[in-house]
């Protein structure tokens, strides 16, 4: 029976949990091992459910209220600290059930028809270690993971390390879930005569092709973008990790300086040369870089560029709240174009053919702004909601600005989707955070709108803190959306990232519980 991997994981990580039951006191087992070392032992062991809220236009009738995940997941850090040096290491095991829905998705044609829970089921070296602290200089090389910007939701200059959105999109409330991390050398050098440091990385190109850029659902299964559930994407559109202008055996790196001015305003001045987060197509019809794509419809691939990026946050006492901006320059993003109106797709014989001129699709740069202003504050709600104490409220907005674009150069939104680039994609977003029962109930609210391209989702939540070890989460993800699409061939030209989930509202339950 296919997914007898993720019950292998199933048992494994419920054998972990009778274990940790019975660990003790939370936090992380420790142990002295003489001569000033210590080891020490934390995690977690996670199961989601997760349900249908709507039924889906690309896939048979009868969608809503049935399983879409049940997943567990295992998690395990172990630190050795001795006089001078720290070693880290940390492990993660997720399995999944295949629900019935999803077996659906795969009979529809998800992953070709091949066993879909093998794009679930994985069993990872997340981070892997060693760090040493020498007067003022930090070194730590290994399996990383290093957190740039100030933005949520949405990336400006958090740029080092790619995302994995392809099992939960970008849902999960922890970052450091989602990010993938990377083989870097990283240094930073305290610098308290300017209030400041300075950080370096390298990363010399050791990662595999999956590593770098973000990964979404290109098989077809739950988080595909509409209209594409049960459509197997990597059938027609391959996967190139040694493009000549993205080779991920190419050494990347970076700068940032942090400090502090006017006595109470954080700022950082950063560089870095990375790789484009979302993977746009050397496209079969128009190869680029002299490079001849495998996929009959092209190759996805994470072309190099150059970040210029800075950040400022400081409270505000006028306000009572704590404003952060951030901004970043990227010099001649590339993107695929289509000068017919098309998705920017289409196979190499229909240029042999004649039927489409070969210069009709392929790849422009243009330059690009990301910027965000946010602002945090603590509200009192007592009198009005009956909350405990202060609750969170936090506004930010987001655009992607395109200061030389014009509407002739014809640039896609995204590769498989006829929306045109505009010059500015405006995002609101919002957040509230409420508390009760001595913190050990909270609620929360996160919604978000496009402003430019149009979509909207709505996150209602609630947080429960049980004891010591345990916390469950129980919300619900609405999504709603513009122009959305109900079939293959009807791919709208106005849809946003947001837009992409239009009918696949979730609800979900997550429970954790932590040793």
Same mark, same amino acid.
């Not at 055996?249 to 790789?275: C, V």
């Given at each position: 029976?296919?997914?007898?991997?993720?019950?292998?994981?199933?048992?494994?990580?419920?054998?972990?949990?009778?274990?940790?039951?019975?660990?003790?006191?939370?936090?992380?087992?420790?142990?002295?091992?003489?001569?000033?070392?210590?080891?020490?032992?934390?995690?977690?062991?996670?199961?989601?459910?997760?349900?249908?809220?709507?039924?889906?236009?690309?896939?048979?009738?009868?969608?809503?209220?049935?399983?879409?995940?049940?997943?567990?997941?295992?998690?395990?850090?172990?630190?050795?600290?001795?006089?001078?040096?720290?070693?880290?290491?940390?492990?993660?095991?997720?399995?999944?059930?295949?629900?019935?829905?999803?077996?659906?998705?795969?009979?529809?044609?998800?992953?070709?028809?091949?066993?879909?829970?093998?794009?679930?089921?994985?069993?990872?070296?997340?981070?892997?270690?060693?760090?040493?602290?020498?007067?003022?200089?930090?070194?730590?090389?290994?399996?990383?993971?290093?957190?740039?910007?100030?933005?949520?939701?949405?990336?400006?200059?958090?740029?080092?390390?790619?995302?994995?959105?392809?099992?939960?999109?970008?849902?999960?409330?922890?970052?450091?879930?989602?990010?993938?991390?990377?083989?870097? &050398?990283? #240094?930073?050098?305290? *610098? +308290?005569?300017? %209030?400041?440091? =300075?950080?370096?990385? $390298?990363?010399?190109?050791? /990662?595999?092709?999956?590593?770098?850029?973000?990964?979404?659902?290109?098989?077809?299964?739950?988080?595909?973008?509409?209209?594409?559930?049960?459509?197997?994407?990597?059938?027609?559109?391959?996967?190139?990790?040694?493009?000549?202008?993205?080779?991920?055996?190419?050494?990347?790196?970076?700068?940032?300086?942090?400090?502090?001015?006017?006595?109470?305003?954080?700022?950082?001045?950063?560089?870095?040369?990375?790789?484009?987060?979302?993977?746009?197509?050397?496209?079969?019809?128009?190869?680029?870089?002299?490079?001849?794509?495998?996929?009959?419809?092209?190759?996805?691939?994470?072309?190099?560029?150059?970040?210029?990026? &800075?950040? #400022?946050?400081?409270? *505000? +006492?006028?306000? %009572?709240?704590? =404003?952060?901006?951030? $901004?970043?320059?990227?010099? /001649?993003?590339?993107?695929?174009?289509?000068?017919?109106?098309?998705?920017?797709?289409?196979?190499?014989?229909?240029?042999?053919?004649?039927?489409?001129?070969?210069?009709?699709?392929?790849?422009?740069?243009?330059?690009?702004?990301?910027?965000?202003?946010?602002?945090?504050?603590?509200?009192?709600?007592?009198?009005?909601?009956?909350?405990?104490?202060?609750?969170?409220?936090?506004?930010?907005?987001?655009?992607?600005?395109?200061?030389?674009?014009?509407?002739?150069?014809?640039?896609?939104?995204?590769?498989?989707?006829?929306?045109?680039?505009?010059?500015?994609?405006?995002?609101?977003?919002?957040?509230?955070?409420?508390?009760?029962?001595?913190?050990? *109930?909270?609620?929360?609210?996160?919604?978000?709108?496009?402003?430019?391209?149009?979509?909207?989702?709505?996150?209602?939540?609630?947080?429960?803190?049980?004891?010591?070890?345990?916390?469950?989460?129980?919300?619900?993800?609405?999504?709603?959306?513009?122009?959305?699409?109900?079939?293959?061939?009807?791919?709208?030209?106005?849809?946003?990232?947001?837009?992409?989930?239009?009918?696949?509202?979730?609800?979900?339950?997550?429970?954790?519980?932590?040793?």
């Amino acid at each position: 029976m296919k997914g007898t991997s993720g019950k292998r994981v199933l048992a494994g990580a419920a054998v972990a949990l009778a274990l940790a039951t019975g660990a003790g006191p939370a936090g992380a087992a420790s142990w002295e091992l003489g001569g000033d070392a210590r080891l020490s032992v934390n995690g977690y062991v996670r199961q989601w459910v997760s349900f249908n809220l709507n039924d889906m236009p690309d896939t048979a009738d009868g969608d809503r209220g049935r399983l879409s995940m049940a997943r567990s997941q295992l998690r395990l850090d172990t630190t050795l600290s001795t006089p001078g040096l720290k070693l880290f290491a940390s492990g993660r095991a997720a399995g999944e059930v295949e629900t019935g829905w999803m077996h659906d998705l795969e009979r529809q044609g998800a992953a070709g028809g091949s066993d879909l829970m093998k794009k679930y089921n994985t069993l990872d070296l997340r981070e892997f270690w060693a760090e040493t602290t020498l007067d003022r200089l930090t070194v730590r090389l290994g399996k990383q993971q290093v957190v740039w910007g100030e933005t949520d939701f949405f990336v400006a200059s958090d740029m080092v390390h790619g995302f994995d959105y392809s099992w939960r999109a970008m849902l999960e409330t922890e970052n450091e879930e989602l990010r993938k991390p990377l083989i870097l &050398a990283n #240094a930073i050098v305290q *610098v +308290p005569e300017l %209030d400041g440091s =300075l950080q370096a990385f $390298v990363r010399p190109g050791l /990662d595999r092709g999956r590593d770098v850029g973000n990964t979404f659902d290109t098989w077809g299964g739950r988080w595909s973008p509409q209209p594409y559930r049960g459509f197997w994407r990597d059938g027609f559109v391959g996967r190139d990790p040694r493009h000549p202008d993205g080779d991920v055996r190419d050494p990347t790196y970076g700068g940032r300086w942090r400090g502090m001015i006017a006595g109470d305003i954080n700022y950082s001045l950063l560089y870095l040369r990375t790789f484009r987060p979302d993977p746009i197509v050397n496209p079969a019809a128009n190869p680029y870089g002299g490079r001849t794509p495998g996929g009959m419809l092209g190759d996805d691939f994470h072309p190099t560029v150059n970040v210029f990026g &800075a950040t #400022a946050s400081s409270y *505000v +006492p006028a306000i %009572d709240a704590v =404003l952060s901006t951030e $901004v970043a320059y990227i010099p /001649d993003m590339p993107y695929n174009y289509d000068n017919l109106g098309g998705t920017g797709l289409y196979p190499a014989f229909l240029v042999s053919a004649g039927a489409i001129p070969r210069d009709a699709v392929g790849i422009r740069k243009t330059d690009l702004v990301r910027w965000m202003v946010r602002s945090d504050f603590n509200v009192d709600l007592r009198d009005v909601l009956g909350t405990d104490g202060s609750s969170f409220l936090s506004f930010q907005l987001f655009d992607s600005w395109h200061p030389g674009l014009k509407d002739s150069d014809n640039l896609l939104y995204w590769p498989g989707f006829q929306t045109k680039l505009k010059q500015h994609a405006f995002t609101l977003t919002g957040v509230l955070q409420l508390s009760y029962f001595n913190d050990t *109930v909270k609620p929360g609210l996160a919604a978000g709108w496009d402003i430019s391209y149009g979509g909207g989702f709505v996150i209602p939540s609630v947080d429960f803190v049980i004891g010591d070890h345990l916390r469950i989460r129980a919300e619900a993800d609405l999504f709603f959306a513009r122009g959305a699409q109900s079939s293959q061939a009807d791919r709208s030209s106005d849809v946003g990232f947001i837009s992409f989930f239009d009918n696949n509202s979730q609800f979900v339950v997550r429970a954790t519980y932590q040793f």
